[in-house]
């Protein structure tokens, strides 16, 4: 390790270093206690700065601010901390796409739970904030990628994606009704299998974006046609196909 | 009120913003206000400083303020003062944006102007900063003039380090130590830490 790495303090504190400096100097953070003090003691020295550049805001800044929290739902507090570390995942496993589905659905045993938030329990326009809230967060991810494939059944599913939020938001439109007794379910398939990601209500022909928590190692979004109240495992081929970024 | 704050010290000051930030990471409205009122003149202020332009600097400090209310159960006292997490995320934005792409064009037509270094008394143009800018004045008048206008470009005019060295006709490595320098000399004047 260069040892001027520790004189990147400053410019870190002042948001003036270049992207691939960035990256190397938070790897150093990461493990250089000293560093760490020091760029908290420059962050307070540069709030200062801030402050002595205060203006006095507008009224219509309040009340922007006011409309939008009005409609922004607040994250909740952090249960157990969770390191950011990207650069630790694991390597990527691809054999899943290509043995295909049919061979991953045989090897898939296990049926893990899948935070898919349906959000059944509260009103519409409390989703419909929250979707758009979560929506707009995951677009404004750095590694945000989006993806659109068609359902052979008609339809078109679309999905974004954020492997440092592991999240994603699947949303599908133009799907046929099914015949009495039959649901769509999503899945979420990867190298280990495929998780349910919970019977998707159909009410018109579309359905409303759906957020994914915890992608784990799913390559792939699928959506089949099951029994009522779904699988614990796919029974019918996919009408649809999302391919996810590892 | 930025008024009434007269009479209570800094550090009280400072205790307060962080148990009203607490409030608001639990949906609390009044504390969310109180906040505001403490963090938006500066917020703005920072982002007008390096975006130059008040309509988008605006959108940030809305951006940000917003922000402070859906991270609010972020923020951890153990790293730092809630003004500082406040700042920090107002002057990366204002810096991501001076950055992007559409801003590149206007950063050229402005790259002339900021080649002489604006004197401070033009930087501070706040109506109603609690803090001290007189000492903050004084504490940048006491850094070297490579300091102040290292620190004076990178951190009021959002350029990167070698672009601050560029506009300085100065070595990398000097601008990269004089920011720290700069900034170190700043927090002990100001008694930060
Ligand atoms: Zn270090």
């Given at each position: 390790?260069?040892?001027?790495?520790?004189?990147?303090?400053?410019?870190?504190?002042?948001?003036?270093?270049?992207?691939?400096?960035?990256?190397?100097?938070?790897r150093?953070?990461?493990r250089?206690?000293?560093?760490v003090?020091?760029?908290?003691?420059?962050?307070?020295?540069?709030?200062?700065?801030?402050?002595?550049?205060?203006?006095?805001?507008?009224?219509?800044l309040?009340?922007?601010?006011?409309?939008?929290?009005?409609v922004?739902?607040?994250?909740?507090?952090?249960?157990?901390?969770?390191?950011?570390?990207q650069?630790?995942?694991?390597p990527?496993?691809?054999?899943?796409?290509?043995?295909?589905?049919?061979?991953?659905?045989?090897?898939?045993?296990?049926?893990?739970?899948l935070?898919?938030?349906?959000?059944?329990?509260?009103?519409?326009?409390d989703?419909?904030?929250?979707?758009?809230?979560?929506?707009?967060?995951?677009?404004?991810?750095?590694?945000?990628?989006?993806?659109?494939v068609?359902?052979?059944?008609?339809?078109?599913?679309?999905?974004?994606?954020?492997?440092?939020?592991?999240?994603?938001?699947?949303?599908?439109?133009?799907?046929?009704?099914?015949?009495?007794?039959?649901?769509?379910?999503?899945?979420?398939?990867?190298?280990?299998?495929?998780?349910?990601?919970?019977?998707?209500?159909?009410?018109?022909?579309?359905?409303?974006?759906?957020?994914?928590?915890g992608l784990?190692?799913?390559?792939?979004?699928?959506?089949?046609?099951?029994?009522?109240?779904?699988?614990?495992?796919?029974?019918t081929?996919?009408?649809?196909?999302?391919?996810?970024?590892? | 009120?930025?008024?009434?704050?007269?009479?209570?010290?800094?550090?009280?000051?400072?205790?307060?913003?962080?148990?009203?930030?607490?409030?608001?990471?639990?949906?609390?409205?009044?504390?969310?206000d109180?906040?505001?009122?403490?963090?938006?003149?500066?917020?703005?202020?920072?982002?007008?400083?390096?975006?130059?332009?008040?309509?988008?600097?605006?959108?940030?400090?809305?951006?940000?303020?917003?922000?402070?209310?859906?991270?609010?159960?972020?923020?951890?006292?153990?790293?730092?003062?809630?003004?500082?997490?406040?700042?920090?995320?107002?002057?990366?934005?204002?810096v991501?944006?001076?950055?992007?792409?559409?801003?590149?064009?206007?950063?050229?037509?402005?790259?002339?102007?900021?080649?002489?270094?604006?004197?401070?008394?033009?930087?501070?143009?706040?109506?109603?900063?609690?803090?001290?800018?007189?000492?903050?004045?004084?504490?940048?008048?006491?850094?070297?003039?490579?300091?102040?206008e290292?620190?004076?470009?990178?951190?009021?005019?959002?350029y990167?380090?070698?672009?601050?060295?560029?506009?300085?006709?100065?070595?990398?490595?000097?601008?990269?130590?004089?920011?720290?320098?700069?900034?170190?000399?700043?927090?002990?004047?100001?008694?930060?830490?």
């Amino acid at each position: 390790m260069d040892p001027e790495v520790h004189s990147l303090t400053g410019a870190y504190v002042c948001h003036a270093l270049e992207p691939a400096e960035l990256e190397a100097f938070e790897r150093h953070l990461a493990r250089c206690p000293t560093c760490v003090q020091e760029v908290a003691e420059l962050q307070e020295t540069a709030a200062l700065l801030a402050s002595a550049a205060a203006q006095t805001p507008p009224p219509r800044l309040k009340a922007a601010v006011d409309a939008r929290i009005a409609v922004t739902r607040q994250i909740p507090p952090v249960v157990s901390h969770e390191p950011a570390r990207q650069a630790d995942r694991r390597p990527r496993r691809r054999w899943f796409t290509a043995l295909g589905w049919g061979l991953a659905a045989g090897l898939a045993a296990v049926v893990a739970v899948l935070g898919v938030r349906l959000n059944d329990q509260q009103n519409q326009i409390d989703q419909a904030r929250q979707r758009s809230t979560a929506i707009s967060t995951l677009l404004a991810a750095p590694d945000v990628h989006a993806e659109s494939v068609n359902v052979s059944t008609g339809g078109n599913g679309r999905v974004l994606v954020s492997r440092s939020r592991d999240e994603a938001a699947i949303t599908v439109s133009g799907l046929s009704r099914l015949a009495p007794g039959k649901v769509y379910q999503l899945w979420m398939m990867g190298p280990s299998g495929a998780r349910s990601g919970g019977v998707v209500p159909v009410t018109a022909e579309a359905f409303d974006s759906v957020l994914a928590h915890g992608l784990g190692d799913a390559r792939t979004i699928g959506l089949t046609v099951e029994p009522a109240g779904g699988s614990a495992q796919p029974t019918t081929e996919p009408v649809m196909l999302l391919p996810m970024p590892a | 009120m930025l008024g009434r704050a007269g009479s209570r010290t800094a550090s009280e000051e400072q205790a307060t913003l962080e148990a009203q930030l607490h409030r608001v990471a639990l949906g609390d409205r009044d504390a969310f206000d109180a906040v505001y009122e403490q963090l938006a003149g500066p917020v703005l202020g920072v982002a007008r400083r390096v975006l130059r332009d008040p309509a988008q600097a605006e959108e940030v400090a809305q951006e940000v303020l917003v922000e402070i209310w859906r991270t609010a159960s972020r923020f951890d006292a153990h790293r730092g003062s809630a003004r500082a997490w406040a700042l920090t995320m107002a002057h990366a934005r204002a810096v991501d944006r001076v950055r992007s792409a559409d801003a590149s064009a206007r950063r050229e037509a402005r790259a002339a102007e900021l080649m002489v270094v604006p004197p401070f008394d033009e930087v501070v143009e706040a109506v109603e900063a609690r803090l001290d800018r007189e000492r903050v004045r004084r504490c940048l008048e006491g850094l070297t003039e490579l300091q102040r206008e290292s620190v004076t470009l990178a951190y009021y005019g959002g350029y990167t380090y070698s672009q601050v060295a560029h506009l300085l006709s100065s070595p990398l490595g000097t601008v990269k130590t004089r920011l720290r320098d700069g900034l170190a000399r700043l927090r002990d004047c100001l008694g930060v830490g």
